[in-house]
């Protein structure tokens, strides 16, 4: 039976394609985003996000683990992921509400059934389901069969891809993909490693692959002050993806809405470093990119 780790099951998504969309996310992912907003994504094995700050230490969390994997020393809790199964009872019995399981397997007739249930919406939004991460291209057999049943069902796909996988599991999977959201961080190779944490030769191979063999694929390029908010990035995007097939482009602003999930996750998250780039620069980005005749959009 194939099963893949999801962290959420996203209704009502409206920026991860056209009309109203159900959004799975994956967990697991190549890459290491300084600025990610699902940094729960980040790692494939199930997590607990832990709100120390609000955490009152009553203790009931201690008592009802069938593990004994929670303990409190020196006003400290400790969790020992070790023995956690992550069963969830800890989570249920929170009376603050400060710890969450993330990440759940999922079977494939459990993800086709709920996705199914919103039919309607994407019928009359002409919307459907979008698979993203994390990088759901990890999950390639999964996806390339849960991708197979909608296709059954009539109803619209797509694959929001870092890019960063086997170029084989792009190519299984284009065939039942209606649309492909294909991000790009930044040109640059050494500031690719720096902010991002692998090298971008990989991604960029393959969108110049992809292009040969999918005539739908919009770029989305997260616009981040202090990283790659410059006209130098655009241009060099630009002129990459002139001879490819592609039109469209997405323009993503940084926010800092995943902010908070750093440390309830024991991560470092390096805000010093990042801003928001201001509406002038985005709007100037925009017309670089218009004047060469691409359809471009400031959002998802």
Not at 129 to 149: A, N
Not at 176 to 191: P, Q
Not at 206 to 219: A, D
């Amino acid at each position: 039976m194939i099963t893949a780790n999801i962290f959420n099951i996203q209704k009502f998504s409206i920026h991860d394609g056209p009309g109203i969309r159900t959004t799975v996310f994956f967990k697991g992912c190549p890459l290491k985003c300084m600025w990610c907003h699902n940094p729960e994504s980040q790692e494939s094995k199930n997590q607990i996000l832990y709100n120390s700050e609000d955490c009152t230490l009553c203790g009931t969390c201690v008592k009802v683990c069938p593990e004994n994997a929670i303990k409190i020393e020196n006003n400290i809790l400790t969790t020992d992921l070790k023995k956690c199964n992550f069963c969830g009872l800890c989570e249920i019995y929170c009376i603050q509400g400060v710890r969450q399981i993330v990440g759940k397997d999922y079977t494939l007739d459990q993800v086709v059934k709920e996705v199914l249930k919103d039919r309607v919406f994407y019928e009359k939004s002409n919307g459907g389901v979008t698979v993203s991460g994390g990088e759901p291209l990890i999950y390639i057999d999964f996806v390339e069969e849960l991708f197979k049943k909608l296709k059954e069902e009539n109803i619209h796909t797509a694959v929001d891809t870092s890019g960063a996988v086997n170029f084989e599991a792009l190519e299984r999977i284009a065939k039942y993909t209606d649309l492909f959201l294909y991000d790009i961080k930044l040109m640059d190779n050494e500031k690719h490693k720096k902010f991002i944490g692998s090298s971008n030769r990989l991604i960029l191979e393959n969108l110049i692959k992809l292009s040969k063999i999918h005539n739908n694929i919009n770029i989305r390029m997260p616009i981040v002050e202090g990283v790659n908010a410059t006209v130098d990035h655009i241009e060099k995007t630009m002129n990459f993806i002139e001879k490819l097939n592609v039109r469209k482009i997405n323009l993503l602003p940084y926010h800092s809405i995943g902010k908070h999930k750093y440390s309830k996750l024991a991560l470092d998250y390096r805000e010093e470093e990042m801003s928001k780039p201001s509406e002038e620069k985005m709007q100037h980005f925009k017309a670089i990119l218009e004047s060469k005749g691409y359809e471009v959009k400031i959002g998802g």
